[in-house]
C-alpha cells in the first residue's frame, strides 16, 4: 500500500523530542531529516560522530542520536564509547554492517541496529523507542541527559 509517510504522530502536534543525525553521507543526511521532520521530529544534522561530539546538544526534553556507523575520522561504534555516560540513547543506521558491529553496538547499549535502506516504519519505532527511553532516564533520574 502507499501513499503519505507513515507518521507517529499528527502533522499539526508539538515536535516528539530532538534528533541528533550522525551521518558523513549528505544526500543521506537531507533525505533522512525531511522523513523524520516530516513525521514532526526535530532534527539537528552533523557531518561527522567529531563534529557531533563537539557540539553535543544542552537542550531539555527527550532526545536521541541517530547514527551511521562507518564515518571517517571517528566511527559511530567508537563515537559509543564517548557517549555512554551522557546517557544519550543511540539508534544506529548503516549501509555496510557485519554481524560482529551488530552485536558490538548492542551490547554497548545502542536502542537498534538498523541497515540502509530502511523502512520508514522500523526508523520511526526505533526513533519512538530511542526517545521514549530518553524521556524514562530523565523521569527516573530527575536530570535529564547530559
Known amino acids: 500500500m502507499t501513499g503519505a509517510p507513515l507518521s507517529p504522530r499528527p502533522p499539526h502536534a508539538s515536535p516528539i523530542g530532538l534528533v ?4 558523513d553521507d549528505a544526500s543521506i543526511r537531507r533525505s533522512l531529516e525531511r ?4 513525521a514532526n521530529f526535530r532534527v539537528q544534522t552533523y557531518d561527522s560522530a567529531i ?24 566511527d559511530g561504534l567508537e563515537a559509543q564509547k564517548h557517549l555512554c555516560a551522557t546517557r544519550w ?18 551490547e554497548a547499549g545502542a536502542i537498534c541496529f538498523l541497515i540502509k535502506p ?3 516504519k ?4 526505533a526513533v519512538t523507542c530511542a526517545l521514549a527511553k530518553s524521556a524514562e532516564t530523565v523521569d527516573a533520574t530527575g536530570q535529564k541527559p547530559r
Not at 541528533?20 to 551521518?23: A, I, P, T, Y
Open 20 to 23: 541528533c543525525l550522525v551521518d
Open 89 to 106: 540513547p543511540i539508534v544506529f543506521l548503516t549501509a555496510v554492517a557485519t554481524e560482529e558491529m551488530r552485536r558490538r553496538a548492542l
Open 35 to 38: 522523513l523524520l521532520r516530516s
Open 118 to 120: 530502511v523502512e520508514e
Open 122 to 125: 522500523a526508523l520511526f519505532a
Open 51 to 74: 563534529a557531533f561530539l563537539q557540539r553535543l546538544p544542552t537542550e531539555e526534553g527527550p532526545r536521541c542520536v541517530l547514527m551511521d556507523v562507518q564515518m571517517p575520522g571517528m
